[in-house]
C-alpha cells in the first residue's frame, strides 16, 4: 500500500481544512473583525445621534479601541461598545450615563447641614418649603440672569452666599449688602433691577470672610454655584426648570 500522499490529493483535503479554520477565527468573538463589528451595532445602536462610523481599530491599550468618525473626530470604546470614553468621560452606552461626571458630582457633593446658614440671606418665596443655596458675586452677570429665573421658582426658601471673588468692588458692594436693613430686599433690588446698595457704615460683615473661606474648602471656584438638599451641586445659571427638577428630587431622598 503506498502510504504516501500526492500533492493533488492533499490540496483537496488542505483547502476545506483551510476555509474551515478561516471560517472560525473570523467568527471567533475574540476576532478583531468580531470585536469591531460588536462595537459598531452597539454604538449605532445605543447612541443613534453619532454619526456615521468610519474605522475603528486597535489603539495601544489592550481591551481598548479607537472609533474614528466624521473624518477626524476620535472616541474609544471597550471590545463590547458597553462603555466609551468621549471629551474626557467615561460613558456608560447602555444607559447613556456620563460616569465622569457622576463621579465628580458625588466628590464635590457638600451635605446640607455643612452649609453655615447663618452667613447667607434667606429669601423665602410661596410658603419657603423647600430649601436651596446659592453662592453668588454681586458683580457676576451669570449671577443677575439666574436671580431674576429663581423669582418664577415657588415654595422654595433660597440661601444666597455673597461671595466677593470678582474684585474689590464686588467686596464693597457685598459690604455694603450684608450691612443694610434689609439685605433680601437690598440683593434683589441690586440683582434684577440695578439698584445700587447704599454705602454701609459701621458694620461688622465677617460672614463675607467666612464665606470665601467655605467657597476655598470646597472649590467652589465660580459663580453662580447652587447647592440642594440632597447634597447636590451644580455650577452656573441653570433654568428655572432645571431648579424645579433639581428641587423635587432633593425632596424624594
Given at each position: ?6 500533492p493533488?490529493?492533499?490540496s483537496?483535503v ?54 474614528r ?8 470604546s ?9 471629551n ?18 458625588k ?9 453655615p ?21 454681586p ?7 439666574f436671580?431674576r429665573?429663581?423669582?418664577?421658582v ?37 440683582m ?38 440632597d ?6 445659571a441653570?433654568?428655572a ?9 432633593a425632596?424624594?431622598?
Amino acid at each position: 500500500m503506498n502510504l504516501t500522499a500526492s500533492p493533488r490529493l492533499l490540496s483537496r483535503v488542505a483547502a476545506p481544512a483551510l476555509a474551515l479554520a478561516l471560517l472560525a477565527v473570523l467568527a471567533s468573538p475574540s476576532s478583531a473583525w468580531a470585536q469591531e463589528a460588536a462595537i459598531r451595532k452597539a454604538l449605532a445602536e445605543r447612541l443613534p445621534k453619532l454619526p456615521k462610523i468610519d474605522e475603528v481599530t486597535r489603539s495601544p491599550i489592550p481591551g481598548l479601541w479607537e472609533v474614528r468618525y466624521g473624518g477626524t473626530e476620535i472616541i474609544y470604546s471597550d471590545d463590547k461598545g458597553d462603555f466609551i470614553i468621549a471629551n474626557g468621560s467615561l460613558i456608560d452606552t447602555k444607559t447613556r450615563t456620563d460616569l465622569t461626571q457622576a463621579r465628580v458630582e458625588k466628590l464635590m457633593a457638600i451635605e446640607w447641614d455643612q452649609l453655615p446658614l447663618k452667613d447667607a440671606i434667606a429669601i423665602k418665596q410661596g410658603n419657603g418649603s423647600r430649601k436651596m443655596a446659592v453662592f453668588a458675586d454681586p458683580n457676576c452677570g451669570f449671577c443677575k440672569r439666574f436671580e431674576r429665573d429663581l423669582m418664577s421658582v415657588k415654595d422654595v426658601t433660597i440661601y444666597t452666599f455673597l461671595l466677593p471673588i470678582l474684585g474689590p468692588d464686588s467686596t464693597a458692594k457685598s459690604r455694603d449688602i450684608t450691612c443694610a436693613k434689609d439685605p433680601g430686599a437690598t440683593w434683589r433690588a441690586w440683582m434684577v433691577d440695578g439698584v445700587v446698595p447704599p454705602k454701609a457704615g459701621r458694620c461688622d460683615a465677617g460672614e463675607l470672610d467666612r464665606n470665601l473661606a467655605f467657597g476655598e474648602k470646597h472649590r467652589i471656584n465660580g459663580t453662580p454655584a447652587v447647592l440642594f438638599m440632597d447634597g447636590t451641586r451644580r455650577p452656573g445659571a441653570i433654568s428655572a426648570d432645571a431648579v424645579e427638577r433639581l428641587l423635587t428630587a432633593a425632596a424624594k431622598k
